[in-house]
């Protein structure tokens, strides 16, 4: 049964800083692994997704890894602003069961 | 349409109440998802459709709730008899294919008084 975890569970930073969420996931035979961001009160945002045979996605200031042997995916976040200020949750689809198992989230706030 | 849409947007209802919330994928989606995430708590998978097919409803919480999609589009979920602890947000996701990168619409927030 496949499990996903983030830590930390929250993050503060100063604007500018580059920074690493974690994400792991206990079923390496992963599908797809998805990061999105949950802005208070709304829904989620796609922001980048890996598909098991890639080791990396970016987009913009986002890059967002894939190591299935070590049962890790990792997204940075580059010289981050406040707007980024959201919590990030990363799902993991196993294959042959094709739903996303979502971990509890990362809440980052990025201050000005 | 342009995005996932789901109503109502707000839903208060009194226990004992039947509810039922709808869900409008993107167009052309043929896989469609719906999650709960209740106060602090994280994504709760609750079931998938594959076109019109409901392959696992091993998420959903008990025998009140069930769930339907026709034409291939548009799903509706729906709460007999609700409780106090249904009170939660719904998220409806639909992906181009199964397992495909999931969008999500803004969610249904249901109150149970």
């Known amino acids: 049964k496949q499990e996903v975890t983030q830590i930390p569970a929250a993050l503060s930073v100063p604007e500018g800083e580059n920074l690493v969420l974690n994400c792991s996931f206990t079923d390496s035979a992963i599908y797809n692994l998805q990061w999105f961001r949950q802005d208070p009160g709304k829904g989620l945002t796609s922001l980048l997704l890996i598909q098991s045979s890639q080791r990396e996605q970016t987009s913009g200031r986002l890059n967002a890894s894939l190591d299935k042997s070590s049962g890790r995916s990792t997204l940075y976040i580059a010289a981050s602003q406040p707007g980024d200020s959201a919590t990030y949750l990363c799902?993991?689809?196993?294959?042959?069961?094709?739903?996303?198992?979502f971990g509890t989230g990362t809440r980052l706030k990025v201050l000005a | 349409g342009a995005g996932v849409s789901q109503s109502p947007s707000n839903k208060v209802t009194e226990k004992g109440k039947d509810v039922e919330l709808r869900c409008d994928p993107i167009s052309g989606h043929t896989a469609l998802y719906w999650y709960r995430q209740s106060l602090g708590q994280g994504l709760e998978f609750l079931i998938y459709?594959?076109?019109?097919?409901?392959?696992?409803k091993s998420g959903l919480p008990s025998d009140r709730f069930s769930a339907e999609r026709t034409g291939g589009s548009v799903s509706t979920l729906t709460i007999q008899r609700t409780q106090q602890e249904d009170s939660a947000v719904y998220l409806c996701?639909?992906?181009?294919?199964?397992?495909?990168?999931?969008?999500f619409g803004p969610g249904t927030r249901l109150t149970v008084l």
């Open positions: 996701a639909s992906s181009l294919d199964l397992g495909g990168e999931q969008f």
């Open positions: 799902a993991a689809t196993t294959s042959g069961t094709y739903k996303y198992i």
């Open positions: 459709f594959q076109g019109n097919s409901a392959p696992d």
